[in-house]
């Protein structure tokens, strides 16, 4: 077991049981079995299998040598390098991005939200794309891979950008785009969301005179439009600044990677950028816990019914 396989096997514990918690509270808590709640679900679910298997693919080597065979072929593009780690890594990050695209279109066009999700059809959509990218983008990775019979021993094509310019571009584009765009998108997305709520917060200020008239009501039912509104106001806003700071977690995360893929560092550096990105997969739960006061209520909920 090396220094990676190490670090991997205490990441991989706390995704597992973090990502857990975060499903078994929103399927247990009604209240909490919202649109956003669904997408965060899935963000989870692709962080749990991502945890599951990071300290497996770190800590069971690829036999050397491989197989004879299509056996042999099989463990070599599937589990030496890599596939199933990078399909539920590159699920997460798409799937982070589908949630901010829910988030931006319930806050800056919430009557066309309420039209589009009507049907459910936008986030079962949505939710299905990021599936399906991930394993386009995992399976164009396979093609760098060769599988020598004679040897029984795979590595990387070599000379793939004399051999085949096209798919060499495509792979550099690929994992550019897949963290650029995401990244750029979620950016503007949460920028735009800032400038509509302090717009928001300015033009929905309770009157005084209407607060204090409705404060010394004897009914209780009656509350004013504008304290409501505020109430709406303060709940989307902490549900933002949960997103904003998983959002700068993640750029922490996978940064580093990104650069390692562009200068080409050696292996081990390489790999060690990995275990840091696949670190993303458990912090989400955490800050679920710490920032996201519907999650904390259904969290307790849970805790005090099991107790």
Not at 28 to 57: E, K, W
Not at 245 to 273: K, R
Request: proline share 6%; glycine share 4%.
């Amino acid at each position: 077991m090396d220094v990676l396989g190490i670090i991997s096997i205490p990441i991989g514990i706390v995704g597992v049981i973090g990502n857990s918690i975060v499903c078994v509270v929103i399927w247990h808590d009604a209240n909490l079995r919202t649109l956003t709640n669904a997408f965060i679900v899935n963000q989870a679910v692709a962080d749990l299998l991502c945890s599951l298997v990071l300290p497996l693919q770190f800590n069971i080597p690829s036999p050397d040598p491989l197989p004879e065979g299509s056996y042999g072929e099989f463990i070599c593009k599937v589990w030496t390098f890599e596939y199933i780690l990078w399909l539920f890594l590159n699920t997460s990050t798409l799937g982070l991005a589908a949630l901010t695209l829910e988030r931006y279109l319930a806050i800056v066009f919430p009557f066309r939200y309420i039209a589009i999700t009507g049907t459910k059809c936008l986030p079962v959509t949505l939710i299905a794309v990021t599936w399906l990218l991930s394993v386009a983008s995992a399976t164009l990775t396979l093609s760098t891979v060769e599988f020598s019979a004679a040897h029984n021993h795979c590595d990387v094509s070599p000379d793939l950008e004399l051999r085949n310019p096209p798919l060499h571009a495509l792979l550099i584009v690929d994992s550019v785009v897949l963290f650029f765009l995401p990244a750029i998108l979620m950016l503007f997305a949460y920028v735009h969301i800032m400038l509509v709520l302090r717009r928001k917060a300015r033009s929905i200020q309770p009157m005084p005179s209407i607060t204090h008239q409705h404060s010394s009501s004897n009914d209780p039912e009656v509350q004013p439009q504008e304290m409501q509104n505020a109430s709406m106001l303060r709940a989307s806003k902490n549900v933002i600044k949960t997103l904003l700071l998983v959002f700068g977690v993640y750029i922490i995360c996978w940064l580093p990677n990104l650069i390692a893929f562009v200068v080409q560092f050696s292996d081990q550096v390489y790999q060690l950028t990995i275990v840091l990105g696949a670190a993303n997969s458990c912090a989400n739960p955490i800050i679920y816990a710490l920032k996201y006061k519907s999650f904390q209520a259904g969290l307790k909920k849970l805790f005090r019914r099991s107790h």
